[in-house]
């Protein structure tokens, strides 16, 4: 399957095609540059394009990738939440005394910090976010601020859980995580089933 084929199965949302060009970006091949280059051009600017799939599907690395060599902002809101607690900035604050409390940081408050960002002028010409949405509630809060950050792709990165498993251990015996191992592989690999995955049809949906 050529580039020009690709591109015109996704139209199509040919789900082999999508397989197709996650290989090729994989295996940082040329050709992909191309084709997401057209997928980039038609999407015009001041947009976001979301990543999602399992934990240990590269979603961070690709991000990185593509943020750099399509001249998007690449914005990771796990990074963007400690950088607002670590500068004491209202937001911050607000963030550090529910975090203290061992409370999770709810979606309004996330958007609120990701409208901040958005609106930095390296994110005029498009925005790549790593890690969120990873809920249904999320996705619908990004709707809220559509009319001014709209959600124009969203790419999926999928792995059989037995490649995950040993990417993910790999991991951590490099990094030396103690949260790498089977068990809690298992449960982040359920819960991203349960709570991210329904985010796939979402955007499908959508058209998206």
């Known amino acids: 399957m050529n580039g020009k084929e690709i591109i015109e199965k996704l139209k199509k949302k040919d789900i082999r095609a ?11 091949d040329k050709e992909a540059e191309i084709i997401l280059k057209k997928i980039w ?20 690395t690709q ?8 001249n ?17 900035t209202d937001l911050g604050k607000v963030a550090k005394s529910l975090l203290d409390e061992g409370k999770l940081v709810p979606d309004d ?3 609120k910090m990701l409208i901040e960002r958005l609106s930095q002028e ?3 010409g498009g925005s790549i976010l790593d890690g969120f949405p990873r809920t249904l509630p999320q996705a619908e809060s990004l709707e809220k601020i559509s009319n001014k950050f709209p959600v124009r ?9 037995e490649e995950l498993t040993k990417r993910i251990l790999l991991r951590g015996e490099v990094s030396g995580r103690s949260d790498d191992t089977e068990d809690s592989i298992r449960v982040r690999l359920e819960v991203y089933q349960k709570d991210t995955e329904p985010l796939i049809n979402f955007y499908e949906n959508k058209g998206i």
Request: one cysteine or more.
């Open 18 to 28: 999508v397989a197709r060009l996650l290989t090729l970006i994989e295996n940082e």
């Open 41 to 60: 051009k038609a999407t015009g600017n001041s947009y976001i394009i979301g990543i999602t799939g399992p934990p240990g599907a590269g979603k961070g």
């Open 63 to 70: 991000a990185l990738r593509i943020a750099s060599e399509f």
């Open 72 to 88: 998007l902002a690449h914005i990771s809101t796990g990074d963007m939440l400690r950088e607002h607690v670590k500068e004491l």
């Open 109 to 111: 408050l996330v958007i």
């Open 122 to 124: 390296d994110c005029l």
């Open 153 to 161: 792709k969203v790419l999926v990165f999928e792995a059989d859980k």
